[in-house]
C-alpha cells in the first residue's frame, strides 16, 4: 500500500477550508449586463425545471409509501406511532 503525502493533504484541505493560506481568487470575466441577465434567466430556468422533477420524485416516493402501508394495514400490521414519528 503506497503512503500519502499528510502534509500536503492537510494543507490542501486547508486552503479549502480556509484555515489555510488564502487561495487566490481569479478575477470573474466581465459580462455585459444583457449577458448577465440572460445568464441567471437560464439558471432560474434550470432550477425551476429541476425542483419541479424533484417534486414528481418525491410525489412518486408518497404514492410507493402509502401502498405499502395501505397493504400492511390490510394484513393486520400496526404501524402505530412509530410510522408517524418518522414520517414528520
Known amino acids: 500500500m503506497e503512503s500519502l503525502d499528510t502534509k ?28 448577465e441577465i440572460g445568464f441567471h434567466k437560464g439558471a432560474i430556468n434550470t432550477l425551476v425545471a429541476e425542483r419541479n422533477e424533484l417534486v414528481k420524485m418525491v410525489a412518486n416516493v408518497e404514492a410507493i409509501l402509502q401502498a405499502h402501508l395501505k397493504r400492511l394495514k390490510e394484513l393486520g400490521v400496526d404501524i402505530g406511532a412509530g410510522a408517524t414519528e418518522q414520517k414528520e
Not at 494543507?11 to 478575477?27: F, I, R, Y
Open 8 to 35: 500536503a493533504l492537510e494543507d490542501s484541505l486547508n486552503t479549502v477550508t480556509g484555515k489555510g493560506p488564502a487561495v487566490e481568487e481569479q478575477a470573474a470575466p466581465q459580462m455585459s449586463t444583457e449577458e
